[in-house]
């Protein structure tokens, strides 16, 4: 576990000087436990680890989002040694934002009091720095994301770092609670009216259109009425929302 090797693109990205790192113990540099580091894992394992997602920390507190592999290093049948690879995720997820965004459009998020980032998200445990390695990969696709966890872990936290941090966080970000309305006005909510569907409805956009360009986020899912499972299924698929009492098919752009 004692470094021997250690490149300039390396010391870079950690934020660290060559020459205090060669000859200290990986646990030394990094703040990990053995069992959280790739080399130290292909050595144990004498088996290559190849592009496995993970954020670290350096010594000095800085904190990593990476793919790394690692891979052990053999004398004939002598284990003698690993060398370990390690890409910045954060360049690829700056580049996809950059050929993501339309010309002379890209802006920067207006901090507030909503505005989290994935540092925000603080925790050591193997599957805290998983999870959040996984957020992050998600916030750069364009696709819908699935959290799942039990009350009051976080899940909202997670859907706003994914959305601050990626091509939308210039647009909006709507959440709504789909266990604390009932099913009738929740669909209402979420898809909008259309004037003379029911007594005193007006046209009125719902959650989907306001959300337009950015993210919306539906808390306790689970909790939503089962016949109305199948209209939200349809517009998360097909990106098309219906409002109640209309024919017309409305596109939207949300993750």
Do not use: W
Not at 49 to 61: A, F, K, P
Not at 85 to 104: G, I
Not at 177 to 191: D, H, R
């Amino acid at each position: 576990g004692i470094l021997i090797y250690y490149n300039r693109a390396m010391a870079k990205l950690d934020g660290l000087d060559h020459h205090n790192v060669i000859g200290r113990s990986i646990t030394e540099i990094y703040q990990l436990e053995p069992a959280q580091s790739m080399t130290l894992c292909a050595l144990k394992l004498a088996r290559p680890i190849i592009n496995q997602s993970h954020i670290y920390r350096t010594v000095d507190g800085k904190l990593v989002n990476a793919i790394s592999s690692a891979y052990p290093l053999f004398d004939k049948t002598m284990l003698v040694g690993a060398v370990c690879t390690v890409t910045d995720y954060s360049v690829l997820m700056d580049n996809y934002a950059l050929s993501s965004a339309p010309a002379d459009t890209a802006k920067s998020p207006r901090p507030g009091s909503d505005f989290i980032s994935f540092d925000d998200l603080i925790g050591q445990d193997i599957n805290m720095l998983s999870a959040v390695s996984v957020a992050s990969r998600a916030a750069a696709t364009p696709s819908s994301v699935m959290l799942i966890g039990e009350t009051g872990t976080g899940k909202e936290l997670f859907a706003k770092a994914i959305h601050y941090n990626s091509p939308r966080k210039s647009g909006p970000f709507m959440a709504i609670n789909c266990a604390a309305i009932p099913g009738t006005l929740l669909e209402a909510i979420l898809f909008g009216t259309s004037k003379g569907a029911f007594t005193g409805a007006v046209e009125k956009a719902g959650l989907f259109e306001m959300a337009n360009g950015g993210t919306l986020f539906l808390d306790e899912l689970n909790s939503m009425p089962l016949d109305l499972q199948p209209k939200l299924l349809r517009s998360v698929q097909d990106r098309m929302v219906r409002r109640i009492g209309s024919s017309h098919e409305i596109p939207v752009d949300i993750k």
